[in-house]
């Protein structure tokens, strides 16, 4: 019996991608083109942020702005802008450039039919910023097997109904765990890990360190490393860092660097 291409899509392999406010606007033909091209083979979800734009908007409206632990101290005012940003300017603005190259995208953020619900992580330090306690992952499921790539702006509610702005690294990890995704990708503005121009195929968290060490790792790839060690864990063994300025996928094969944790190797 011959499987429906809904149920063949059901079959595939899940991947997230992580793309970065760095590269929403720089995103090359190529990278959509080879994204086609992955989703004939994975079922994939995107989860994007926005944090250069916000921090500009904050600026020109004068509202204080403030980093704690890697996250963005979120008052009522910046969550505001954070929604405006990443709801009204980013997402729509990914999920047509990606309707424009033939792909089905809709957007979506974590408000949508309460597709992310969050706690707060420390409101008296923080404010209004939670970390995800629960995906329903059964809408992206159904919007995978129809054809359709979800678009994720990293917004949530929690369970009282409050609305609170999550980092989106950690964001796409726990989506990527609730979906069992075998893959996460965080799109950047290199191809991967560089050591003298050539592009390093895997690494574990020890290398990691000792590429920072050396000063191999500098700049502002430390923090895409930092944020890519920072989610791998029993359920979710691989992260990779792959370029957004070129193709990411060839002849099946996903073009990056591999990070894994010491002694550990995941399916390739």
């Known amino acids: 019996m011959t499987m429906s291409k809904s149920m063949q899509a059901t079959e ?50 004068n509202i204080e702005t403030t980093f704690i632990n890697g996250h963005r101290k979120t008052t009522e005012s910046v969550l505001e802008v ?20 033939g792909v089905k995208a809709v957007g979506l953020c974590g408000y949508d039919a309460g597709l992310l619900k969050a706690v707060l992580i420390d409101e008296e330090s923080l404010g209004l910023v939670g970390e995800i306690e629960e995906v329903q992952s059964g809408l992206l499921t159904d919007m995978i097997s129809g054809g359709h790539l979800p678009v994720i702006a990293p917004l949530a509610l929690t369970k009282k109904g409050t609305k609170v702005n999550v980092n989106a690294d950690l964001a796409a990890a726990s989506i ?3 979906l069992g995704a075998g893959k996460l990708l965080y799109v950047t503005d290199v191809p991967g890990i560089l050591d ?16 920072i060490d050396s000063g191999v790792i500098n700049g502002g790839m430390i923090p895409k490393v930092q944020s890519a060690v920072s989610v791998l ?21 996903i073009i990056g660097t591999k990070i894994t944790e010491k002694g550990v190797v995941a399916a390739s």
């Open 12 to 61: 595939r392999d899940k991947l997230v991608l992580k793309l970065g406010g760095s590269i929403l606007y720089s995103l090359s033909s190529a990278f959509f083109e080879s994204l086609i091209e992955m989703m004939k083979e994975y079922n994939v979800v995107i989860v994007h942020g926005g944090g250069p734009e916000i921090t500009d908007m904050l600026k020109k409206l």
């Open 82 to 101: 954070a929604e405006m940003i990443l709801k009204g300017k980013v997402n729509s603005y990914l999920t047509n450039r990606l309707n424009d190259h």
């Open 233 to 253: 864990s029993p359920g979710m063994k691989e992260v990779m860092i792959v370029g957004g300025q070129q193709s990411i996928f060839q002849s099946g094969t």
């Open 176 to 178: 990527a765990k609730a």
């Open 196 to 211: 003298e121009g050539e592009l390093l195929p895997e690494a574990t968290t020890d290398e990691i360190n000792q590429l």
